[in-house]
C-alpha cells in the first residue's frame, strides 16, 4: 500500500516563496513517477510538474516553467515543489500523485491524473495579495 502525505502549505504573499513536501511510503519507487497537481474550488485538479523517481528528469506545466521546481530525495522517499514568484493563480490545493511506469516524454500522459494509482489528501496553499 502506497501512502502519500503532502505538507507545507498555507498563506503566502504574492511573489513569494514556499516548499512544499510529500512524504511516500509503501513501496520502492526506482520505477515511479511522482507528480503534482493543483485543484482550486470548483475547477478540474489540472497538472503542475512530474518527476522520474531513479534519475530526476522533469516536466512542467506552462504556466509555471521558471517559477517552480520539483524534485526528490530517494533515500528520504521525499517529493518536494520550491514554488517562487508566486501569482495568485498558484492558490489550491496541491496534491502528491504516484504511479508506477508512466514515461514524461514521448507523450502527455503523465501530465493525466489518470495515469497515477496514488495521491494524497493534499495540502492548501493560499495566495495574498
Known amino acids: 500500500q502506497v501512502t502519500l502525505v503532502e505538507s507545507g502549505g498555507g498563506l503566502v504573499q504574492l511573489g513569494g516563496s514556499r516548499r512544499l513536501s510529500c512524504t511516500a511510503s509503501g513501496r520502492n519507487f526506482f520505477r515511479y513517477t511522482m507528480a503534482w497537481f493543483r485543484q482550486d474550488y470548483g475547477q478540474e485538479r489540472r497538472f503542475v510538474a512530474a518527476i522520474l523517481w531513479n534519475d530526476g528528469s522533469s516536466i512542467y506545466a506552462d504556466s509555471v516553467i521558471g517559477r517552480f521546481t520539483i524534485s526528490r530525495d530517494s533515500a528520504k522517499n521525499t517529493l518536494f515543489l520550491q514554488m517562487d514568484n508566486i501569482k495568485t493563480e498558484d492558490t489550491g490545493v496541491y496534491y502528491c500523485?504516484?504511479?508506477?511506469?508512466?514515461?514524461?516524454?514521448?507523450?502527455?500522459?503523465?501530465?493525466?491524473?489518470?495515469?497515477?494509482?496514488?495521491w494524497g489528501q493534499g495540502t492548501q496553499v493560499t495566495v495574498s495579495s
Open positions: 500523485h504516484a504511479g508506477s511506469d508512466i514515461p514524461i516524454s514521448g507523450s502527455d500522459i503523465a501530465r493525466n491524473r489518470g495515469a497515477y494509482a496514488y
